[in-house]
């Protein structure tokens, strides 16, 4: 069965703690590995595609990377204004109009 | 640019009402367009997806539906509101062309049925 988890569930830092936050995947084919930040009551904002292992994407203090298994969102000295719900999700080569699996999320809070 | 419009922004609806929501997207044409269901600190759940007028495939056996009727127009709708139905409904679109997954979600309905 494809699945998508994310861990771990809720993460809390101090501003200029770098973390890591983990999505693993276990799905028939990868196509694409997708990261979005949710803010509360508000919709995903897209952060980065990965689609080889290998693959790394940078945005601001923000970096995602993709291994066979898995991919990380690296935090790199993070501010409050980090604070949110970040997201993963995978498509699939069986699917050719794009279907996301998603993951629960991880909520971070970073406090000054 | 591509811009993505959901209303209304939130609804409060007695239970065996019906729903409509609304979403359009600006800037493109010929997107495909879903359906999503957050609930509480949970993961989104598609609902519906859309490759073109008129096509609609549903992944959950619900009492919901959609349509679209244009091109940039989807709707979710309900003849009779269930108390799970309560959510924050989310609509995304995405470039029709290879290559690309990529989703873009509107701004979202919080749906609170009573």
């Known amino acids: 069965e494809d699945q998508v988890t994310q861990s771990p569930e809720a993460l809390r830092l101090q501003e200029g703690e770098s973390s890591s936050l983990n999505c693993s995947y276990t799905?028939?084919?990868?196509?694409?590995l997708f990261w979005y930040r949710q803010d509360p009551g508000k919709g995903p904002e897209f952060l980065f595609t990965l689609y080889s292992a290998g693959e790394e994407k940078e945005k601001e203090r923000l970096k995602a990377t993709l291994t066979k298994k898995e991919s990380f969102l690296h935090i790199t000295a993070p501010k409050p204004e980090d604070s949110a719900t970040y997201l993963c999700?995978?498509?699939?080569?069986?699917?050719?109009?794009?279907?996301?699996?998603f993951g629960a999320g991880t909520q971070v809070v970073v406090t000054p | 640019s591509q811009t993505i419009h959901q209303w209304p922004a939130t609804l409060v609806q007695p239970v065996g009402s019906p729903l409509s929501l609304e979403c359009t997207v600006e800037g493109t044409s010929n997107p495909n367009l879903y359906w999503y269901r957050q609930a509480a600190g949970r993961g989104l759940q598609l609902l519906f997806y859309?490759?073109?007028?008129?096509?609609i495939s549903s992944e959950v056996p619900q009492n919901l539906s959609a349509s679209r009727p244009q091109d940039r127009q989807f709707i979710l709708s309900s003849k009779k509101l269930l108390l799970s139905d309560s959510g924050f409904y989310l609509c995304a679109w995405s470039p029709l062309r290879e290559g690309t997954d990529t989703q873009y979600f509107g701004p979202g309905t919080r749906l609170t049925v009573l």
């Open positions: 859309s490759v073109g007028i008129g096509q």
């Open positions: 799905v028939s084919g990868l196509r694409g």
């Open positions: 999700a995978a498509t699939m080569t069986t699917d050719s109009w794009g279907k996301f699996q």
